[in-house]
C-alpha cells in the first residue's frame, strides 16, 4: 500500500504540472555514495552510531536539493521528502518508546522510490527482483571472493562468527526489554535501533521490493480494474500461498559444510537456507490476501461495501497504528501492566482490538476529514495546516 500511495502521489502531482528532478537525484545519489563509503569508516575504525551520523549527513543533503528542486518548481520532490521526514519521526517514536520498529524503516525505503519514478515497468520488475534476491548475491559474492583470494574456510568461520555474535546480542537486549524499568527498555530499544540500521545484514529484501509491487500494482491498474486483470491476480494469490507453504514447510533444510566443495555447499545454503535467492518468502502471503481481495470485488463490486471496516481503519492507518503498539506494548510489558495471553484467545483479542478501531474510526471520521495523526502527517507534507473539521452544510446550500 505504500508504494501504491506513491504511486497515486506521483500521479496527482505530473497531473498538476509537476515534473522529474534529474539533478536532485544526481546530487542525492551522491550524497548516498558519501554516505555508504563513511559507513564502511565508522564500523571499522570508530563502531557504533553511523545512524546517526548517516542521518545528519543525508537530511542535509535532502534539504539543499528540497530548496533547489522548490525553486525549480517540482513540487512532488520536496513535499514526498517532508512526508518520509514526519514518517521517520513517527517511525523514531514508535520503535524507542513502544519497541515497534516498522515506520522508520518505511521511511528509509521511500527515499529510492525518488531514484525509480521514471523508470518504466520492466526495469522497475527487475529492479524488484534483483532486490529481493540482494542478500544471497552478497552472500554468494562473499564467498566467490574468499574463495578466489584463497580462503574459503573464512566463509564458514565469518558466518558462524556473525550468527554467535547476533545471538549474543539479541540474548542480551532480550533480557534488557524483559526489565521492569521503563528507562531500560528504553535504552536496549535505543541501541537495537541503532545496530539494526548499522550491520550489514540493512539490504532490500523485504519493505523496498514490498513498495515496489505497489507501484507496478497501480501502474498495471490492478486496484484500479480487477476484473480485467483477473487471471493474473489469481496467479498472484496461488503464488504468495505455495511460497508461504514452503518457507514453512519445506525450507529450511539441514546443509552442512563439512566434505563438500565449497561451491556446491554455497549452492545447496542459498537454495534452502535463503529460500531461492528469497524468492520464496513466507512474506509473499501479503498477495494471496491483497489477491483475495481483489478477485471478490471483480466477482461482485458489493464486497467494497462488506469490506467498509477495511477501509474505515484505512482512512486513519497511522493513527491506528500508533494506538495499536501502544495498547499491545503497555498491556504485555513488565513495565506497566504485564499481562500474558494464551495462544488459543490470541485470535479473539486480536478481533476485539480490531473491532475497537473500527468503532473509533467511524466515530472520528464521521466529524472529521483525516485521523489526528492523519492530519498532522498531511499538514507536515503540505507545509501548511490542513482543515480539519468536517463542515456542516445545510439543505439551502
Known amino acids: 500500500m505504500f508504494g501504491a500511495g506513491f504511486a497515486v502521489q506521483m500521479r496527482r502531482a505530473e497531473s498538476a504540472g509537476g515534473h522529474a528532478a534529474p539533478s536532485f537525484i544526481r546530487r542525492i545519489l551522491g550524497v548516498a555514495v558519501f554516505a555508504i563509503v563513511a559507513e564502511e569508516f565508522m564500523v571499522y575504525a570508530v563502531g557504533g552510531w553511523f545512524w546517526t ?15 533547489r528542486s522548490k525553486s525549480g518548481g517540482d513540487a512532488f520532490v520536496p513535499r514526498f521528502i517532508r512526508r518520509l521526514l514526519a514518517l521517520a519521526v513517527f517511525g523514531v517514536i514508535t520503535e524507542v518508546f513502544f519497541g515497534y ?62 550468527q554467535a555474535h547476533a545471538a549474543a546480542v539479541n540474548n542480551a537486549r532480550r533480557d534488557s526489554l524483559r526489565s521492569a524499568d521503563y528507562r531500560t527498555v528504553v535504552v536496549a530499544r535505543t541501541h537495537g535501533m541503532e545496530s539494526r540500521y548499522t550491520g550489514r545484514g540493512f539490504v532490500p529484501i523485504n519493505d523496498f521490493p514490498l513498495f515496489l509491487m ?27 500461498v505455495v511460497s508461504w507453504a514452503a518457507t514453512e514447510w519445506v525450507f529450511p533444510l539441514p546443509i552442512t559444510y563439512h566434505g563438500m566443495p565449497l561451491p556446491l555447499a554455497v549452492a545447496a545454503t542459498l537454495t534452502t537456507r535463503f529460500h531461492l535467492f528469497n524468492l520464496i518468502q513466507d512474506m509473499w502471503l501479503s498477495l494471496t490476501y491483497i489477491g483475495a481481495i481483489l478477485l471478490l470485488v471483480a466477482h461482485d463490486p458489493g464486497w467494497l461495501r462488506r469490506l467498509s471496516a477495511f477501509g474505515i481503519t484505512g482512512r486513519m492507518a497511522l493513527t491506528n497504528y500508533v494506538l495499536q ?38 466515530w472520528w471520521l464521521s466529524r472529521y476529514r483525516y485521523g489526528p495523526l492523519e492530519w498532522l502527517w498531511r499538514s507536515i507534507t503540505y507545509a501548511h495546516w490542513q482543515p480539519l473539521q468536517r463542515l456542516e452544510t445545510t439543505d439551502g446550500g
Open 53 to 67: 551520523m548517516f542521518g545528519i549527513l543525508f537530511g542535509v543533503g535532502l534539504l539543499i536539493q528540497w530548496r
Open 101 to 162: 520498529w516498522v515506520l522508520f524503516e518505511y521511511a528509509l525505503w521511500g527515499i529510492p522510490l525518488l531514484f525509480v519514478r521514471g523508470w518504466s515497468n520492466k526495469a522497475i520488475a527487475i529492479l524488484l527482483v534483483v532486490c529481493t534476491m540482494s542478500a544471497g548475491i552478497r552472500v554468494l559474492g562473499r564467498a566467490t571472493y574468499l574463495t578466489v583470494a584463497g580462503h574459503p574456510e573464512q566463509f564458514q568461520a565469518e558466518r558462524n562468527a556473525g
Open 214 to 240: 505497489g507501484l507496478l500494482a497501480l501502474r498495471l491498474g490492478l486496484f484500479e480494474d480487477p476484473k480485467r486483470h483477473r487471471r493474473f491476480i489469481l496467479g498472484c494469490t496461488i503464488f504468495g
Open 325 to 362: 503498539v501502544m495498547v499491545l506494548d503497555f498491556t504485555f510489558s513488565k513495565y506497566a501492566f504485564g499481562l500474558s495471553i494464551s495462544a488459543a484467545y490470541a485470535p479473539l483479542a486480536a478481533l476485539a482490538l480490531f473491532g475497537l478501531e473500527v468503532m473509533l474510526s467511524r
